[in-house]
Nanobody
Framework: QVQLVESGGGLVQAGGSLRLSCAAS????????MGWFRQAPGKEREFVAA????????SYADSVKGRLTIFRDNAKNTVYLQMNSQKPEETAVYYC?????????????????WGQGTQVTVSS
């Protein structure tokens, strides 16, 4: 199975932009549907966005629609999360996740491979 490594987190001002990357090892990346989740201090992990194996199907949490974009490059074994118009309440550790399948899933328990997470802090 793949291993996932996130990068691109950091400090951004409210209204700013940040792009997260999730690099996957292994040769079967295109077999995996991918998702981004986040967890703020004291809160449960929540779904942010997901993308199917080909990139044609996507799903977003209502709170991020129109501001965050998930996309993938199977040739580079990487999935991205472009985050625009960031809000302070989106400060969290962002996790990349994967599972073998074609259906876009929004439930964390579906995913069986997780990255270590990357911290995103949005200052007001």
């Amino acid at each position: 199975q793949v291993q996932l490594v996130e990068s691109g987190g950091g400090l951004v001002q409210a209204g700013g932009s940040l792009r997260l990357s999730c690099a996957a090892s292994g040769r079967t990346f295109s077999s995996y549907a991918m998702g981004w989740f986040r967890q703020a201090p004291g809160k449960e992990r929540e779904f942010v966005a997901a993308i199917g194996w080909s990139g044609g199907s996507k799903s977003y949490a209502d709170s991020v629609k129109g501001r965050l974009t998930i996309f993938r490059d199977n040739a580079k074994n990487t999935v991205y999360l472009q985050m625009n118009s960031q809000k302070p309440e989106e400060t969290a550790v962002y996790y990349c996740a994967a599972y073998i399948g074609k259906v876009v899933e929004t439930t964390s328990r579906t995913y069986n491979v997780w990255g270590q997470g990357t911290q995103v802090t949005v200052s007001s």
